[in-house]
């Protein structure tokens, strides 16, 4: 089919593939520019819409693609699907179409149903729906025989999700075009626009500032083979990535706020009767803000964040039990103090010696004795001696049975687990204080990077 524009009146030939058989007949194009194309002038190449537009079937037809990503809709992380909308575009040539403009009152580019034409069969790989496209779309078809056709989609496509470092993951996911039917023998697929033109032309115009943000579009062009067929096809990277600030108001700054206030609820006193319960109000309170908020996670997987909140519970919690074990101690030391074992007498007397600890204090009436003076945490002015000399003077454990642990034994082990049951609450505000200060670390390098 040949349909050859080339003088006034218009010839219009009608070439047929099969050699020695051809036919041509005339249309008259005058008043084309007032009246429009008539309705008849493109039935020989309407009656052809079947067959792929080629003069030498040995030949393939070149497709080009181009698309605009207007909106990213949504991400579903359970379904691992992506919902975007995209300007599709093709273009390719109908050698059998052509005309002169200048004798055709100026036309250069006339608008044809789709439904005339012959269309290629070009789909997206990971498209996971029906195609919606809506129906009586044009396609412009120029002087030269190009025929330009751009589509509006919806595209709910497959991705492989990575949601570890949510809320401030980024996602790469893959739109793959290629033809349905037509191998590398009858189709190639070819680019109508550069990659970074489709990228900033997409971050141009897209409508959506929601939760997710186009960071960049890339390519890649290898063969797919099914078989013995081999299909030409295109496969684009679309970058996104999540705005976290939702997330950070919503979850990380309120878990912080709940953590520094039981971290400092270690400045109440260890036998303080409120404490306890004081702790006991924060972790309902914690899990009663990990309810609320649970809508907010993702519904699969283990993200970085669920880690950090189990972290933020296992704390609460362990500062819970080591207030309870604190007031048992007291209680012990005030009643019947038990014997304290050597191996933890040591350890007692290295982290609380002046030296390695907190420096001297002198205290009035106290002069030249030591007393652990560190902020926060006051070790009720307990007199620290020498290590040696109190393991050469402290009592056994049997020795303390046998002896009926005599009034003065019996008050320095009270101090010792006094001063025990506060390194204890030192070591466990300190761990609060790393935990804290190494999850600040994270949120800020995570956000930047």
């Given amino acids: 089919l040949r349909v050859p524009w080339t003088c006034s009146p218009l010839i219009l030939t009608h070439s047929m593939l099969t050699t020695g058989r051809g036919s041509t007949f005339t249309i008259n194009c005058t008043g084309f520019g007032q009246n429009g194309m008539y309705t008849t002038a493109l039935d020989s190449v309407f009656e052809r819409k079947a067959f792929r537009p080629v003069i030498n079937f040995s030949i393939p037809t070149i497709v080009n693609i181009s698309f605009t990503v207007s909106a990213i809709l949504n991400v579903d992380e359970q379904l691992q699907l992506l919902s975007s909308f995209l300007w599709l575009e093709m273009v390719w040539d109908n050698p059998f179409i052509s005309w002169n403009p200048e004798e055709c009152d100026g036309i250069s580019k006339i608008s044809v149903a789709t439904k005339n034409l012959w269309l290629p069969d070009i789909f997206i790989t990971e498209f996971m729906d029906v195609d919606k496209t809506p129906k009586g779309l044009k396609a412009f078809i120029s002087n030269e025989g190009r025929i330009r056709y751009k589509k509006p989609m919806k595209v709910v496509s497959i991705c492989n999700l990575n949601i570890f470092y949510f809320p401030f993951d980024q996602q ?27 990228a900033d032309t997409s971050q141009n115009i897209i409508q959506t500032h929601g939760e997710w943000e186009l960071l960049g579009i890339n390519k890649a062009t290898p063969k797919k083979s099914v078989g013995t067929n081999l299909y030409d096809q295109i496969i684009f990277y679309v970058a996104i990535r999540r705005r976290p600030k939702l997330y950070i108001m919503n979850l990380l700054v309120p878990s912080s706020f709940l953590v520094t206030i039981d971290a400092l609820s270690f400045y109440l006193p260890a036998g303080s009767e409120s404490r306890a319960p004081f702790k006991i109000t924060l ?16 519904a699969s997987g283990t993200p970085l964040i669920s880690v ?27 009643t019947q103090p038990p014997p304290m074992p050597r191996w933890l007498h040591f350890l007692l007397l290295h982290c609380t010696s002046p030296r390695t600890c907190c420096p001297a204090v002198p205290q009035k009436g106290n002069t030249g004795l030591g007393s652990q003076h560190c902020p926060g945490f006051l070790f009720h002015h307990l007199r620290v001696k020498e290590p040696m000399e109190l393991v050469q003077k402290l009592p056994g454990p049997r020795e303390t049975e046998l002896n ?38 994270t949120v800020i390098i995570l956000w930047n990077t």
């Fill in 172 to 198: 790469n996911c893959t739109l793959t075009f290629s033809s349905f039917l037509y191998t590398v023998e009858y189709i190639s697929l070819g680019m109508e626009k550069e990659v970074w033109e489709i």
């Fill in 283 to 298: 972790l309902l309170g914690y899990n009663v803000f990990l309810l609320m908020m649970n809508d907010l996670l993702p």
């Fill in 308 to 334: 950090y909140f189990a972290l933020c519970l296992s704390l609460m919690v362990l500062s819970l039990l080591e207030t309870i074990f604190i007031s048992y101690l007291l209680h012990l030391a005030t």
């Fill in 404 to 441: 009926g642990c005599p009034g003065s034994t019996r008050q320095h082990l009270a101090s010792l687990w006094v001063q025990f049951s506060h390194m204890m609450d030192t070591l466990l505000f300190c761990l609060y204080l790393l935990f804290l200060a190494t999850s600040i670390i």
